[in-house]
């Protein structure tokens, strides 16, 4: 593999000064030759002025966070980081390559979950380059290549897990938002090592199930819900109940026995755990009758 190389360049300015001297320079030369009617010194002063005027092809600027890789010939010769006006030779072809923090955000990929159900998601993805010969040589299009193996780590991860947890502690994309987007950005960087991209940041921008199974997985969703509910209303309602029963033993005003115990027992569960209001029964007998 191609590694960078950091390329030292000589300073635009004081180049572009001492080319601009020497044609001048030249070009009186130029004129005294043709004065003297000296051939030989004219032709020279045209050949200094010609050399200058390709020497001056060679003047490049690199802006803030950004390289120049050098090639001579199709050879890696090193990349120019020094911000600023720079010289090198002139028969270097030079790639400017943005190291800056870049983003996207992925399409919208339709994939099935590790349980099988059709679900969209899309990612969200913060990276930038950090070795340009590799951006350069590895890859045929470092940004396609970005984009294409990362939609790539979102299908491949999205298989992996399922969209909602059906037993506490499990990984789901849904509900554990930030070990999802680590072995995210952990699988994107394995992707993208090879094309001297880092990743700094990955996570799912968005996340449903697909729309032929939305109103079925809606209603599943719903009756979890009810079913959680109902299990805390029944647990609260037991609580309460044995805090009663326990009042009353330490009490003397009232003996029930087991069966008036559970009879009360029963009345207190279907009026603490009923979705409506319990409606009054007066007795105006004893308590057996």
Not at 46 to 58: H, K, P, Q
Not at 62 to 79: D, H, I, K
Not at 260 to 269: D, E, G, T
């Amino acid at each position: 593999m191609i590694r960078e190389r950091e390329r030292r360049t000589t300073s635009g300015l004081l180049m572009l000064g001492v080319f601009l001297l020497v044609i001048a320079v030249a070009v009186a030369g130029i004129v005294r030759a043709a004065r003297a009617d000296d051939a030989f010194m004219a032709v020279l002063c045209v050949v200094i002025v010609l050399a200058s005027l390709l020497g001056l092809a060679g003047l490049f600027t690199v802006a803030p966070n950004q390289g120049q890789v050098l090639q001579l010939f199709g050879a890696y010769r090193g990349t120019a980081k020094q911000e600023g006006l720079r010289w090198a030779n002139p028969f270097y072809t030079k790639k400017r390559i943005s190291l800056r923090v870049r983003n996207f955000e992925s399409a919208h990929l339709k994939v099935n979950d590790t349980d099988g159900n059709p679900i969209e998601i899309a990612s969200i993805v913060v990276w930038r380059v950090v070795d340009t010969a590799e951006a350069v040589f590895e890859v045929d299009d470092y940004e396609h290549y970005v984009r294409v193996q990362t939609e790539s780590a979102v299908r491949n991860l999205a298989t992996h897990y399922p969209y909602d947890a059906h037993l506490e502690g499990h990984i789901s994309l849904r509900g554990s938002t930030d070990q999802v987007a680590g072995k995210l950005k952990a699988e994107i960087q394995d992707r993208l090592a090879k094309a001297g991209v880092e990743v700094i940041e990955a996570r799912i921008s968005h996340l449903a199930y697909a729309q032929e199974i939305a109103a079925a997985m809606l209603r599943r969703q719903q009756a979890g819900a009810i079913i959680a509910a109902r299990q805390k209303i029944v647990e609260g309602a037991v609580g309460m109940v044995e805090m009663a029963l326990e009042m009353l033993s330490r009490s003397d005003k009232v003996r029930l026995d087991e069966e008036r115990k559970a009879a009360m027992v029963s009345n207190l569960l279907v009026v603490l755990c009923a979705d409506r209001e319990a409606q009054p029964v007066v007795n105006t007998g004893t308590l057996y009758q």
